[in-house]
């Protein structure tokens, strides 16, 4: 595949659904205008599934939250894969807690990103690191993931990579060394300057790796008061800064969405080149400069003499 066209939904959490029936039902009208644009892929943003707290049992305990996402998600799950068999779609639904057993009697969850596929395949990946909100949450005890998957996609090698992981230089080195044609960031910042740290680690990340970076976030929160949320969403698709490529490295953007502005949007990102970026990554296009190739491990650290 040389282009791929993928819709990204910064969806926005602060309105109420009644039923987990409704929130479906609208994810399939957008499922159905990706599917009319032509698109082949619908990606939502972390935790998107924290809108279904909307109507969550009054009497819910805080500490079965968790749980009771990942009970709905099992059931939201098997819709969306019908969803994206009917339209010829692949899905992303951002993320949802998935039950990873035990620990000191205490059920544990992951923060699972899931791909679902119109020929029935799901793929996952669990978040890597955790921010200390998920490791001290008072709705479960949330656990990091252990393992990187690449999916095969259309053709094309894929990661996804969950919101805080894009931020530490250790893991893409390690996805330098993949030949990924695209990544997907799906993540859910609380303020402005997560979303900054995010968004422009995503941009290096498409540079350093050669590749096509697509990063979204959601825009505010359950229950919150619009005027004041700090929440901030939205979405850009990154790749080289290549003659090849992009002269920029941004393929397709949509500006930082606040709560207040009240917006529930979709970023069209039609044609991301991504032959001609794995073309530029292996050798048969020309490039400036390769990055994700050099290794520094030959380097020696000198450190300043101690009086």
């Known amino acids: 595949m040389e282009y791929v066209s993928i819709d990204l939904w910064a969806a926005n959490l602060e309105p109420v659904v009644p039923d987990l029936n409704t929130w479906l039902a609208g994810l399939e009208a957008r499922v159905a205008q990706t599917a009319q644009r ?30 009771w996402l990942y009970e709905c998600g099992q059931i939201a799950l098997d819709a969306i894969a019908g969803m994206s068999a009917q339209y010829g779609v692949s899905i992303l639904p951002g993320t949802i807690p998935f039950a990873a057993g035990e620990r000191d009697g205490v059920m544990t969850y992951l923060n699972r990103a899931w791909l679902l596929t119109p020929d029935g395949s799901r793929h996952a990946q669990d978040k890597l690191s955790l921010t200390p909100l998920e490791e001290h949450g008072a709705g479960g005890i949330t656990v990091h993931g252990e393992t990187i998957n690449v999916i095969e996609w259309n053709g094309l090698r894929i990661a996804m990579i969950i919101c805080l992981d894009s931020e530490f230089t250790s893991l893409w080195s390690r996805l330098g060394m993949l030949d990924l044609d695209l990544v997907i960031i799906p993540a859910k910042t609380d303020m402005i300057t997560g979303y900054n740290r995010v968004f422009s680690c995503a941009r290096a990340r498409a540079i350093e790796l050669q590749t096509v970076v697509c990063v979204l976030g959601a825009v505010g929160v359950p229950f919150g008061q619009i005027a004041t949320d700090t929440g901030v969403g939205g979405a850009s698709v990154f790749t080289p800064c290549d003659v090849g490529a992009s002269l920029d490295g941004i393929h397709a953007t949509l500006a930082p969405q606040t709560a207040a502005m009240m917006t529930d949007l979709v970023l069209m990102a039609t044609d991301i080149p991504v032959g001609p970026c794995r073309r530029i990554r292996n050798g048969h296009a020309e490039a400036e400069v390769c990055p994700a190739l050099w290794d520094a491990g030959h380097l020696t650290v000198v450190e300043p003499a101690k009086i």
Do not use: I
């Open 38 to 67: 032509g698109a082949q892929m619908l990606v939502l943003p972390e935790f998107a599934c924290a809108q279904w707290l909307s109507f969550a049992p009054a009497d819910l305990p805080t500490a079965n939250t968790m749980g």
